[in-house]
């Protein structure tokens, strides 16, 4: 543990924990919590990753797997020592978080996946919902896995993009038939 910039010892990493995890609203695995709290070089993986369990056994952290949540414990504990966190470390962390936050709702709602086909090529398919149900399922189909992680990876990338311009076209079409 350096003691330069603001982490100084290990209960200074155990506030930051308890700071970005009292404002993530999904379980958050190890590097998902370094990630989140990760500064500048001054502050280790290693340090996260030994701050974490002490922050379980103490009940600051509830664990699930190798997911991990705050507790109420962490959350009031947590508010007690977040003015020791300065403010352009919360700052920085309270952005991340809200990018978590932002990606891991996204992904909830988009969903996709390679099946391998008897005939040796590979479906990519897309399943985009909301929260009232499913808006479209798309699949296509790629001739090898190369391919289909490529399409995987753009499809999930570019879902809203997808689907918006399916409902353009369909809906323009359906506008010129219309006149």
Do not use: W
Request: proline share 3%.
């Amino acid at each position: 543990m350096q003691g330069v910039g603001f982490i100084h010892d290990m209960m200074d990493v155990k506030a930051l924990i308890l700071f970005v995890m009292a404002r993530a609203n999904y379980p958050a695995d190890e590097q998902q919590i370094y990630e989140l709290c990760f500064q500048n070089e001054f502050l280790s993986y290693f340090d996260v990753r030994a701050a974490i369990p002490m922050l379980v056994e103490t009940g600051h952290l509830a664990q699930d797997g190798d997911q991990y949540t705050i507790t109420e414990k962490g959350r009031s504990d947590g508010a007690l020592v977040e003015n020791t966190v300065p403010y352009t470390v919360r700052q920085r962390a309270e952005d991340a978080v809200l990018r978590f936050n932002r990606q891991i709702h996204r992904s909830s709602f988009v969903k996709t996946r390679v099946e391998p086909r008897p005939s040796g090529d590979f479906g990519v398919v897309l399943d985009l919902s909301d929260e009232m149900g499913s808006l479209m399922t798309m699949e296509l189909m790629a001739p090898n896995q190369r391919q289909a992680i490529r399409l995987q990876r753009l499809m999930e990338k570019k879902a809203e993009e997808i689907y918006n311009l399916a409902m353009a076209e369909i809906l323009d079409d359906e506008e010129e038939s219309d006149v």
